[in-house]
C-alpha cells in the first residue's frame, strides 16, 4: 500500500462509503483497497475505467458484458476481475440501447382487489422473474381514462410489451389505443378480445364452463337451476365473489347449502377451499394463464410462431356446496 501523504496541506475530499468514511485524498482507500478513482464513495466506474485498466478497447469490454461468448475465455475472466474489483455494475438504460430491450413488461388489470386478477398477477411476476423480465403494474378500476394513461406510460417507459388481465366490456372505439400501441410493442389480452396485428389473446372457454356447472348440478338431480333468479333448487353464479353473497344470503334465511339449493361459481378463486360449505366453481386456471401470458409475450418477441388467440379449456372443480 503507497504510504499516506501529510493530508493537511492538501485539497481534501470527504466521500460517504457505505457504513464507514474514506478519503479521496488518499492514493487508496483505506476501506475498500480500491484506487481513490474507483472507490466505492466517490462514484461508480464506467465501461470505458474497465477497458482502461484492462488495456483492452470499450467495444470488447461491452461484447464481454452483451455477447460474452464472443470473447476469449482468458480476456473475459481478466475483465470480470476487473469489474469485481471496481463494483462495477453495467448500465441497463445503456444495456437497453444496444440491445433495443428494457426487459421490462407492462401489466395492468381492471380490479386488483378481485382475487381471481391478484392470483393471475403473482404468476405473471413469478414467470417474468424466471425469464429475466420485470414488470411495470397499473390499476385501471376500470376505467378508459386510466388504462389509456396506463397504455401511455409503459409505451414511454420503452416496455418491451404489454399484458392487459381482465375482461372489458366496452365499444370498439374505445379499444384503438390498444390497437395504436400494438404498432410499437406486442399486446396480449386475458380473457378479452381484440382483432389487431400484434395483438394475442388468452380465452378460458366460458360457454364450455358454465356448460358443465349446468350438467353438473342436472347429474346431481337439480331441475330448477337459476342464473340468479326465480324459484330454484340449484344456482350457477357468473363469478365466486358473488356466489359468496348468495351463499351468506341462502344461509342467513335458513336455506341449507346443498341439501335445499345447490351453489356453483366460476373462476375457483382460493377462497373457495376455505368457505363452509366449501364452492364448486369452474375454474378459469389464472395461474397457468398468468404463466402462459408471459411465456406468449416472450416467445412473440424471440419471433417465434404464435396463435392470435389460445383458448383454455374449463374444469369443475366440485366440492360440498353442490355435492
Avoid: W
Avoid at 120 to 146: V, W
Avoid at 188 to 206: F, M, Q, R, S, W
Avoid at 243 to 252: D, E, R, S
Wanted: hydrophobic residues 40%; proline residues 3%.
Amino acid at each position: 500500500m503507497n504510504a499516506i501523504p501529510n493530508i493537511d496541506n492538501m485539497d481534501i475530499y470527504r466521500y460517504i462509503h457505505p457504513g464507514n468514511e474514506c478519503s479521496a485524498a488518499l492514493p487508496v482507500c483505506i476501506i475498500c483497497q480500491a484506487g481513490k478513482e474507483f472507490c466505492m464513495g466517490k462514484k461508480y466506474a464506467s465501461i470505458y475505467d474497465i477497458a482502461r485498466e484492462a488495456g483492452v478497447s470499450v467495444t470488447t469490454v461491452s461484447r464481454v458484458i452483451n455477447n460474452p461468448d464472443k470473447v476469449n475465455s482468458k480476456t473475459r475472466r481478466k475483465i470480470y476481475a476487473i469489474m469485481e474489483k471496481m463494483n462495477y455494475t453495467p448500465n441497463a438504460l445503456a444495456q437497453s440501447l444496444v440491445s433495443r430491450s428494457t426487459a421490462t413488461i407492462g401489466v395492468f388489470v381492471h380490479d386488483v382487489k378481485n382475487p381471481f386478477y391478484a392470483e393471475m398477477l403473482y404468476e405473471i411476476e413469478k414467470k417474468a422473474f424466471e425469464l429475466g423480465y420485470s414488470i411495470l403494474f397499473g390499476n385501471t378500476s376500470n376505467q378508459i381514462k386510466k388504462e389509456e394513461a396506463y397504455v401511455d406510460i409503459f409505451t414511454k417507459k420503452h416496455v418491451d410489451g404489454i399484458i392487459m388481465v381482465g375482461g372489458r366490456n366496452v365499444k370498439e372505439a374505445q379499444s384503438l389505443h390498444i390497437i395504436k400501441t400494438a404498432e410499437r410493442v406486442p399486446v396480449i389480452l386475458l380473457n378479452h378480445t381484440v382483432i389487431g396485428k400484434n395483438i394475442y389473446c388468452i380465452l378460458a372457454d366460458e360457454a364450455g364452463g358454465a356448460e358443465l356447472a349446468v350438467q353438473h348440478l342436472i347429474d346431481s338431480g337439480r331441475d330448477k337451476i337459476a342464473y340468479i333468479y326465480g324459484h330454484f333448487n340449484a344456482v350457477f353464479v357468473s363469478n365466486d365473489l358473488m356466489a359468496v353473497g348468495v351463499m351468506k344470503k341462502l344461509i342467513g334465511e335458513g336455506i341449507r347449502i346443498p341439501h335445499d339449493v345447490a351453489v356453483v361459481g366460476y373462476d375457483d378463486i382460493q377462497l373457495c377451499r376455505y368457505l363452509t360449505p366449501s364452492l364448486s366453481s369452474v375454474t378459469q386456471e389464472a395461474a397457468e394463464i398468468g404463466s402462459m401470458a408471459v411465456q406468449l409475450l416472450i416467445d412473440v418477441l424471440k419471433g417465434n410462431e404464435v396463435q392470435k388467440i389460445t383458448y383454455l379449456p374449463p374444469r369443475l372443480m366440485i366440492r360440498k356446496s353442490s355435492n
